[in-house]
């Protein structure tokens, strides 16, 4: 493009130059060439298939010299924080509110959940308030949230249940104290985590989901008969099933059984090597099949930091040098999480010896379909032949869950959104074993980050 013609058409050089990518199709494995300009797709072309699969199961260690794995980009229901950035802090300001969402793109996220746990009224809607304006300032970053997730206060104040809640924070339902949190943020709110185990759970989940909100059993104490209360009422999700749970429960009847009985509820799992055995994962997974796994990092201040000492408003925290987050001093108190998504799909694949063709949905069009959000950033509508299960079989097991929707995520005319990463070993997570050998944990390796056509990463 001549300087001479960049200026008859008024269109400038950056808007008109075009780049090319390749990369292996995560759901198909073909090769393609996509190129893009203004941002968005111009053209996808198909390959020889010629060269190295990457991304169907790990790479070896000393890597693959194939191709890298072409992806949309990833969608986190739950974010709390990262870059020594706590959302639901009374000091939350818009450009902390940035920075989370700016470190949330160099993850390969390109669509969250802010997410507010228990605080006292006025900072949860201050803080509601603040994400709001940043976005009002920052309408190029409005696209990365679908919407606020409340993960409290409605929540127990029982032992384990409550996590690292404040428990003079936790409260029973009152439709007063959402409606002053979604009033500050112009309706923002779509998910709110809940404990059934307070009179009228029923009632105030039927009050959510009648103003457009998707409701979770979290942090509970509640008896199986309440957790069918507020099942049958309309909530649809667990948060981090298994974690926020007392160390021993009745062996019979308890909540945990409770929310992995019920084919009605969707589980949103924390794999990060810490927070869920990989033998946990394996039983839930199975249990609930993909189609009804949600992966989340429920990342904390501390992400992005490196290893060492930190003091918080609350206490002082340490990351190990394998990543994990505990009180410092105490190797063993795993206090919060830190890793990306990413490595939970990564991790998730190992377990289970799945391809990414089989886990990335959980990352993507599992939640987007659960809050009613476009199943890719770059596609507008759900479809309505979009389907996670092979045929359209309801499934329970792993192996029939199949390729991710059939929508075009890599669609021209569309923005240019998709990562270009390698699915590698890494070093972190518990040590275990898994099927007679060493559960090994993944990590993606981005090449490129392309949002919007620009280069994140
Ligand atoms: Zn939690």
């Known amino acids: 493009m001549t300087a001479e013609r960049t200026e008859k058409t008024g269109v400038s050089a950056a808007q008109t130059e075009i780049r090319t990518y390749r990369g292996r199709r995560f759901e198909s494995s073909s090769a393609v060439e996509v190129r893009v300009s203004g941002g968005k797709i111009v053209s996808v072309e198909t390959l020889d ?27 986190d229901i739950q974010v709390n924080g990262a870059v020594g950035v706590e ?19 160099r993850d390969g996220v390109f669509r969250c959940c ?3 746990t228990t605080n006292a009224p006025e900072t949860m809607i201050s803080a509601a308030a603040r994400i709001a304006s940043a976005l009002e300032k920052r309408p190029d970053l409005r696209p990365t949230v679908w919407g606020l997730h409340l993960e409290g206060p409605f929540i127990s104040t029982a032992e384990g249940a409550v996590g690292a809640h404040p428990k003079r924070f936790c409260v029973p339902y009152s439709r007063e104290l959402f409606d002053r949190i979604q009033d500050a943020c112009g309706g923002l709110v779509k998910l709110v985590t809940l404990s059934p185990e307070y009179e009228g759970a029923g009632e105030f989940v039927r009050f959510l989901r009648s103003r457009g909100v998707v409701v979770a059993v979290g942090h509970t104490n509640a008896t199986c008969a309440q957790i069918d209360e507020a099942v049958s009422a309309g909530a649809t999700l667990s948060t981090h099933l298994s974690n926020a749970t ?17 084919d009605r509820l969707t589980a949103s799992l924390i794999v990060d090597g810490f927070h869920i055995s990989p033998q946990l994962v394996r039983a839930i997974v199975r249990t609930k099949g993909l189609d009804r796994i949600v992966l989340i990092s429920d990342q904390s201040p501390l992400s992005g930091f490196a290893p060492g000492r930190y003091k918080t408003e609350l206490c002082e925290l340490e990351i190990q040098p394998n990543g994990k987050v505990t009180l410092a001093g105490d190797a063993n108190l795993l206090a919060c999480a830190s890793f990306p998504v990413s ?19 959980s990352a993507t069009t599992v939640p987007a379909r659960l809050l009613g959000a476009p199943l890719f950033s770059n596609v507008d509508a759900i479809s309505d032949d979009a389907t996670l299960c092979k045929n359209g079989e309801k499934t329970s097991g792993v192996q029939n869950v199949g390729a991710a ?11 240019a959104d998709f990562l270009l990463f390698r699915l590698v070993p890494a070093t972190f997570g518990p040590l ?20 919007r056509g620009r280069e994140i990463v």
């Not at 298939?49 to 969608?75: E, K, M, N, R, S």
């Not at 939970?344 to 990335?360: D, H, P, R």
């Not at 275990?432 to 949002?451: H, M, N, P, Q, Y």
């Open 49 to 75: 298939d010629a060269g190295t699969a990457c991304g169907v199961g790990v790479c070896d260690a000393d890597g693959c010299d194939g191709l890298p794995t072409i992806a949309p980009g990833l969608f």
């Open 87 to 105: 959302l639901s802090s009374a000091g939350l300001t818009e450009d902390g509110v940035v920075a989370v969402l700016e470190k949330m793109l």
């Open 114 to 116: 802010p997410t507010l």
């Open 246 to 262: 007392r160390h021993l429960l009745p062996k019979w009847e308890n909540y945990f059984f409770g929310q992995l009985a019920d």
């Open 343 to 361: 490595h939970c799909v990564a991790n998730v694949a190992s377990i289970e010896g799945l391809t990414l063709a089989q886990v990335y949905p």
């Open 405 to 415: 929707a059939n929508v075009d995520w890599l669609e021209v005319g569309a923005d």
């Open 432 to 451: 275990g074993v898994l099927d007679g050998a060493s559960f090994r944990t993944g990590r993606f390796d981005f090449e490129r980050i392309v949002w």
